[in-house]
């Protein structure tokens, strides 16, 4: 079964349920009279991305941009790639990222070049999990679901090796399943 790969729970579905209102409720204030446009950075953000905007009472759009930096490994490559770029422009558009998980920052610092080329008005990112002791590029986020420590976490979007996003929970994977697959 896919829990038994699970050690431990990190942050349950009530913790998860209850701090993306709270996320939604900030940004719904932040953002009044305008119309902000999220972009969800597929795939781990996709779970994420569908609960904060759901969370967010004021107008605002949505949109979708695929990159990879990982492959099927646990340590970043240094190399992102453009999969799937946006549908609409966001030139003049308040724009809000939207990720799943902020590690060493290499994948926002390079997406952050990109979009800015784009002449947005403004520019803000929400990442559920934050984790700070392993950036190596200055990304700072905007509005953070959890710091998390510098564990192996999968679940609600999270993947090891494409397995483990329709885990309700985030869970720190059992060394194990990564160590001898
Ligand atoms: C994850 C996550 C971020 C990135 C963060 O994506 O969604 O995009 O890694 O890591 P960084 O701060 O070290 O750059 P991943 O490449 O695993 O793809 P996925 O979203 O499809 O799971």
Redesign the pocket.
């Given at each position: 079964m896919m829990h038994d790969d699970i050690e431990r729970v990190l942050i349950s579905e009530e913790e998860l349920r209850a701090r993306v209102q709270a996320l939604g409720k900030e940004i719904s204030a932040d953002y009044v009279g305008k119309e902000p446009i999220l972009i969800s950075?597929?795939?781990?953000?996709y779970i994420f991305m569908a609960d904060l905007t759901r969370a967010i009472d004021c107008y605002c759009t949505v949109d979708f941009m695929?990159?990879?930096?990982?492959g099927s490994g646990t340590v970043?490559s240094g190399q992102v790639n453009i999969i799937k770029d946006l549908s609409d422009s966001i030139e003049g558009k308040d724009v809000i990222v939207v990720?799943?998980?902020?590690?060493?920052?290499?994948?926002?610092h390079y997406l952050f070049q990109l979009l800015d080329a784009r002449h947005p008005a403004s520019i803000r990112l929400a990442t559920l999990l934050d984790k700070p002791s392993?950036r190596t590029k200055p990304?700072q986020a905007n509005y953070v679901g959890f710091t998390v420590p510098d564990a192996f976490v999968v679940g609600y979007g999270?993947?090891y090796d494409e397995r483990y996003r329709n885990l309700p929970y985030i869970g720190v994977l059992k060394p194990c399943v990564y160590e001898h697959p």
């Open positions: 950075v597929l795939r781990g953000s695929a990159v990879s930096s990982y970043s990720e799943d998980i902020l590690d060493s920052g290499n994948t926002l392993r990304v999270l993947d």
